[in-house]
């Protein structure tokens, strides 16, 4: 990519193992390897309070296969920004999309050392395409798409990807400021594609509360209206916004909700 990156012993002196993690605790509950004993012990304590969270946790990444399929298949996208990417699991979106349209484009953006460290994991691109990281902050958005225009034409189609990621701006303003302005840089014919937890569960809010009273960075928990207010001037494909499970599921399967919403729009 264009810019320089971070050497692996610049990330590993940026890790913080004293306090938990989310990206290495969603990792634990999905049942990965990249975390350390301070994230277990703050995801068995998350899950004896929130004992869906885990659930959950499958649940937002089988969306996300069925999403991204969608978008790259039928809708025919071959460009992806993948913000707030998360620890490599199974099925990462270069790996859905290429497997699709060996020719896609992915970029991923995180601020965290760790992922940083497990980049090259996620730059394992088929040879028709392109997987690239970018070390950036999700609080400075034209920074993100000047540093993916370099790998990314937004003179053609993008899918905009922030998921689970906007909970973590504290400020609810400020999050909707920040998808009004990513949203506002993709040409007609793209897609955002989304989701996040919601404070559609006692038992969650209080799982949630109890992880940031940890001192790790802390995740707000929003209503399903304010979580739709992200989508304001999109054309929303059915079924709209819904409990991830519920959003297309697979034929055959009796999908359970759970409170993470989420849903795939269009820009006109």
């Known amino acids: ?18 306090v938990p993690h989310s990206a290495r605790i969603w990792n634990y509950w999905m049942g990965g390897k990249d975390n350390y004993e301070v994230d277990r012990v ?4 998350y899950r004896e309070t929130a004992p869906n969270i885990e659930t959950m946790a499958r649940a937002s990444r ?4 069925r999403a991204v399929t969608l978008v790259a298949g039928e809708l025919g996208v071959r460009q992806f920004l993948d913000i707030g990417t998360g620890l490599p699991t199974y099925d990462n979106t270069h790996q859905v999309a290429q497997r699709i349209a060996p020719e896609s484009r992915i970029v991923y953006v995180d601020n965290d050392p760790l992922v940083l460290r497990h980049a090259q994991a996620l730059l394992t691109s088929s040879p028709e395409g392109v997987t690239e990281y970018i070390d950036a902050d999700l609080h400075e958005p034209e920074r993100i798409i000047e540093r993916a225009a370099k790998i990314l034409d937004f ?3 993008v899918a905009l990807m922030l998921m689970g990621i906007l909970g ?3 400020d609810y303003e400020e999050a909707k400021s920040i998808v009004r302005r990513l949203q506002a840089a993709l040409p007609s014919g ?23 009273d940890t001192g790790a960075i802390p995740y707000v928990l929003r209503s399903p209206e304010q979580v739709a207010a992200y989508y304001e001037g999109l054309e929303l494909l059915e079924p709209g916004i819904v409990s991830c499970p519920l959003w297309r599921p697979e034929p055959g ?16």
Do not use: C, N
Request: aromatic letters at 8%.
């Open 155 to 157: 003179d053609r189609p």
């Open 253 to 268: 399967s009796a999908p359970e909700p759970t409170d993470i919403y989420g849903g795939v729009a269009r820009k006109p």
């Open 1 to 18: 990519m264009a810019d320089s990156k971070p050497t692996d012993q610049d990330a590993l002196s940026k890790i913080d193992t004293s």
């Open 190 to 212: 793209s897609y955002f594609v989304h989701y996040d937890s919601t404070d559609t569960d006692a038992s969650l809010k209080d799982a949630q509360q109890g992880y940031d």
């Open 168 to 170: 973590h701006i504290q």
């Open 42 to 45: 703050a995801g068995d304590a």
């Open 62 to 65: 089988h969306y996300l296969i």
